[in-house]
Nanobody, 123 residues
């Protein structure tokens, strides 16, 4: 079993930055691929970024060059640095963990989910 707790959300103006953090406990964190997803009101949950056990990362096209996913094996955390935020980035952001070392952009590939943290970007 894996427990995931997100933090770092908030309200920011367009062009600003936020850093989300996800603290993982339980299963061996270093063996798990991790991901960030988001869900805006009235929309389906969508992929944002993922990172494999070895640190290889992938991003959704609209966040490439603005968001960076990283992980700290000592702290058992995975962060999402979000720069140049846009109003369309407004959503609840969820951290997720796989029972696999390989990164994936598919929601169904993830076994564990956090409760999410709200990000609101004003124009």
């Amino acid at each position: 079993q894996v427990q995931l707790v997100e933090s770092g959300g908030g309200l920011v103006q367009a062009g600003g930055s936020l850093r989300l953090s996800c603290a993982a406990s339980g299963r061996a964190f270093s063996n798990s691929a991790m991901g960030w997803f988001r869900q805006a009101p009235g929309k389906e949950r969508e992929f944002v970024a993922t990172i494999s056990w070895s640190g290889t990362s992938y991003y959704e096209d609209s966040v490439k060059g603005r968001f960076t996913i990283s992980r700290d094996y000592n702290k058992n955390t995975v962060d999402l640095q979000m720069n140049n935020l846009k109003p369309e980035d407004t959503a609840r952001y969820y951290c997720a963990a796989r029972a696999s070392a390989w990164a994936s952009f598919e929601l169904k590939a993830y076994n564990y989910w956090g409760q999410g943290t709200q990000v609101t970007v004003s124009s």
